[in-house]
């Protein structure tokens, strides 16, 4: 089993940054694809970037491209969204999730292993 624990959201201003980052604890954390996702009330969860296992795949939504990096450590166990020239609209809960194996999915389903969340509110 793997557990993820996500830190780093906030309030920031509109075209502030923030990093967040997953830190997981478990067997094998090289072995899984990680994900971030977000949600705001009433609104499905929603993918937003995704890093293969050996980091041969990365995948944006479109909204965050050119504005968000993700990257991992696997010797760390941890992994990271880069969030620069944030906007209001990005304002929700984040998410990172874990798919074992060498996959990259960008759906909700093809995660088994998710963290609680973390907050993160974009002021205009």
């Known amino acids: 089993q793997v557990q993820l624990a996500e830190s780093g959201g906030g309030l920031v201003p509109a075209g502030g940054s923030l990093r967040l980052a997953c830190a997981a604890s478990?067997?094998?954390?090289?072995?899984?694809?990680m994900g971030w996702f977000r949600q705001t009330p009433g609104k499905e969860r929603a993918f937003v970037a995704g890093?293969?296992?050996?980091?041969?795949?990365?995948y944006y939504e479109d909204s965050v491209k050119g504005r968000f990096t993700i990257s991992r450590d696997n010797a760390k166990n941890t992994v990271h969204l880069q969030m620069n020239s944030l906007k209001p609209e990005d304002t929700a809960v984040y998410y990172c999730?874990?798919?074992?194996?060498?996959?990259?999915?960008?759906?909700?389903?093809?995660?088994?292993?998710w963290g609680r969340g973390t907050q993160v509110t974009v002021s205009s």
């Open positions: 999730a874990a798919d074992w194996g060498p996959r990259l999915g960008r759906n909700t389903y093809e995660y088994e292993y």
């Open positions: 478990g067997r094998s954390f090289s072995d899984y694809a």
């Open positions: 890093i293969s296992r050996s980091s041969d795949l990365i």
